[in-house]
């Protein structure tokens, strides 16, 4: 009897993992809304150099933000799929997820595809996230320039393993 009311306890306790669902959801949401203010304001410089004559330095502002903004949409996807993960592994199937061609981007069968899934967005991320850095930094010697190739060329190594591994 003690068995039972404890395994019914434990059962019903997974239902705590609604929290990290909703609170990943609202991240993600929140991440999205800040990354399209971001393309908002590219279009407001864009329009403002080209029609108003307004002097900015729109290459690095433009692309910094649109880098910047992908970050934040690729950082939003991390949440959004972690939602969705949890929720499908501790609380329910989504039925209606099933039947679309979507599913299988969100689709989690184990925690180890969840932190596979997890792991190739949160690389990206860290990929695009460097090459933002980069587009911020001054070279003033060879030296900086031999490290930006040797840094791009073990991200270009590294990301060819990734790509291997799944194959």
């Known amino acids: 009897m003690l068995e039972k009311i404890f395994e019914s306890l434990l059962v019903k306790s997974r239902m705590v993992t609604i929290l990290p669902v909703i609170f990943g959801l609202i991240g993600a949401f929140v991440l999205f809304i800040i990354a399209s203010y971001d393309v908002l304001k590219v279009i407001f410089y864009t329009y403002n150099y080209f029609f108003t004559g307004l002097s900015v330095d729109l290459h690095e502002d433009v692309v910094g933000l649109i880098i910047g903004a992908v970050d934040l949409y690729l950082m939003a996807l991390v949440l959004f799929i972690f939602s969705f993960g949890v929720y499908e592994l501790f609380i329910s199937e989504i039925e209606e997820f099933k039947q679309m061609k979507q599913s299988k981007v969100l689709e989690v069968h184990s925690l180890d595809q969840l932190k596979d ?51």
């Open 117 to 167: 899934k997890l792991a190739k967005v949160i690389i990206m991320v860290l990929v695009v996230n460097f090459f933002q850095r980069v587009l911020q930094m001054k070279f003033t010697t060879p030296v900086d320039m031999a490290f930006l190739a040797g840094s791009i060329l073990a991200l270009c190594v590294g990301l060819y393993f990734l790509h291997k591994g799944n194959h």
